[in-house]
């Protein structure tokens, strides 16, 4: 088991992985999200660093088994705003067959541990109402909600 950050070398395995995610997401929300391939622009910018992002791989035997993306980022320039830095957790991916292994609350330290070396002040998160099992992961990982989205379609 190893935790490193990842480089362009992970990215087939990365994509792989995100494929599996967006499949999963558009059975969570078929009206809104469909199974799609991320957009290779974007992973090279992350592998790279670049604008603050980070990427953390999980790898058994040199095979990604889960992957983490987070981005630094400053408080809304908004008087109401206590000026802070957030560390987002934009995406967190476990191979359907190894979840429930302590994949997910590895990557999760991992990041916290990123967090703190970069000096934010918290660690955010979104997570679609319906994926309950990640909820229950975030939950026991000390997360809270903080906000909550709605939606209404228009018929």
Do not use: H
């Not at 980022?73 to 109401?80: L, M, V």
């Not at 955010?124 to 939950?139: F, P």
């Amino acid at each position: 088991m190893d935790i490193r950050k990842a480089t362009s070398a992970d990215l087939p395995q990365i994509k792989a992985l995100y494929s599996l995610l967006f499949e999963q997401l558009a059975n969570y929300e078929p009206d809104y999200l469909q199974p799609a391939l991320q957009d290779e622009a974007f992973l090279q910018q992350v592998v790279a660093a670049a604008d603050n992002f980070v990427a953390f791989i999980y790898t058994i035997d040199g095979e990604a088994k889960g992957f983490a993306i987070a981005k630094l980022e400053e408080s809304p320039p908004y008087n109401c705003f206590v000026p802070l830095k957030c560390m987002y957790l934009m995406d967190i991916v476990v191979d359907q067959n190894m979840r429930g292994k302590g994949i997910g609350k590895a990557l999760i330290d991992r990041i916290k541990q990123w967090a703190k070396e970069q000096e934010a002040d918290y660690l955010e998160l979104s997570v679609l109402a319906k994926n309950t099992l990640a909820e229950a992961l975030y939950l026991r990982e000390g997360f809270e909600t903080f906000s909550k989205s709605m939606r209404m379609k228009i018929k």
